[in-house]
């Protein structure tokens, strides 16, 4: 298992761990060969081209703009190999799963609400809930409400909860 911030440029390690501390290097260990035998070359392959292993045996990020909101939702699951260069055996295939974790990158979208009329009074009442959809997650979909500007000299009148949308 592997794990990656999303949208990292082709070439990042993929690390083992979440803290992203720990790339995930791949050796091939081939129980027929000797001390004496000479040593083999070995390429790997996948069955994915978002990801590939790199000349020093680590799992890098193989596409630009892996997007952990597309279809995917953030999982990649795929097999690799390693193959003899120059000959025909290959390993059996590993199964791979890599995540990718969520970096803000998106923004909150308002939907389109009707116009509203305020009767006149002087009590305070909750007049509307906004609510916003942000596709991120955790802390990266927080959302904080704030009133940009009131028409007629009315914005002492209104205030927003910053958290709810109230």
């Known amino acids: 298992v592997g794990y990656a911030k999303e949208n ?5 390690v993929v690390m083992s ?3 992203l501390r720990n790339p995930i290097t791949l050796q ?21 081209t978002a990801f590939a292993v790199n000349t020093e045996g680590v799992l890098v990020v193989n596409e630009p703009n892996l997007d952990r909101e597309g279809p995917n939702n953030g999982r990649y699951s795929f097999q690799l190999f390693a193959r003899e260069i120059g000959g025909e055996a290959a390993s059996s295939p590993v199964s791979m799963v890599v995540h990718l974790l969520d970096v803000n990158d998106n923004e909150p979208v308002l939907p389109t609400y009707p116009q509203i009329t305020v009767q006149a009074g002087d009590g305070r009442r909750n007049i509307l809930r906004i609510q916003a959809k942000d596709e991120d ?3 990266n979909a927080e959302v904080k409400y704030s009133i940009y500007h009131v ?14 949308g109230d």
């Open 151 to 164: 028409s007629n000299n009315g914005k002492n009148k209104f205030e927003i909860n910053e958290t709810t």
């Open 8 to 12: 990292s440029p082709v070439g990042t």
């Open 28 to 48: 091939v260990f081939d129980r027929d060969m000797t001390a004496g035998d000479p040593i083999l070359n070995y390429k790997f392959e996948l069955t994915t």
């Open 17 to 19: 761990t979440q803290n």
């Open 137 to 139: 997650e955790g802390g």
